[in-house]
């Protein structure tokens, strides 16, 4: 059974920094692509960043370009998202996610951005989510 594994959310003050971790237990294959989404309270998830694992091709939702940094570690089967300069609207739930299939990865990111949310949520394998609060 295939699992994803988010930890690293914290409460941080404006400014700061803060590195979390997705770990992938389960899987046969590699994931394709994995992606760091959030959902802020009250609002729907969004895109922050995504990775096609094979090229190392990375995307980023404008709202945190320049500022966070997603990578991967493949012999520990472990996805991150280097976060800094936080800032209080970064405030959010945040999940890793899983590409089903190359096809999909290909698909999904085939413009250069992370790609429709609906397509992941109903394709992709999730975690439960770790949180970060942002204070200013």
């Known amino acids: 059974q295939v699992q994803l594994q988010e930890s690293g959310g914290s409460s941080v003050q404006a400014g700061g920094s803060l590195r979390l971790s997705c770990e992938a237990s389960?899987?046969?294959?590699?994931?394709?692509?994995m992606g760091w989404f959030r959902q802020p309270p009250g609002k729907e998830r969004e895109g922050v960043a995504a990775?096609?694992?094979?090229?190392?091709?990375?995307y980023y939702a404008d709202s945190v370009k320049g500022r966070f940094t997603i990578s991967q570690d493949n012999a520990k089967n472990t996805l991150y998202l280097q976060m800094n300069a936080l800032k209080p609207e970064d405030t959010a739930m945040y999940y890793c996610?899983?590409?089903?299939?190359?096809?999909?990865?290909?698909?999904?990111?085939?413009?250069?951005?992370?790609?429709?949310?609906?397509?992941?949520?109903?394709?992709?394998?999730w975690g439960q989510g770790t949180q970060v609060t942002v204070s200013s």
């Open positions: 996610a899983a590409g089903p299939t190359n096809r999909f990865c290909l698909d999904t990111l085939y413009y250069g951005t992370i790609g429709s949310i609906a397509d992941w949520s109903d394709s992709a394998d």
């Open positions: 389960g899987y046969t294959d590699s994931p394709y692509c």
């Open positions: 990775i096609y694992t094979a090229g190392g091709s990375t």
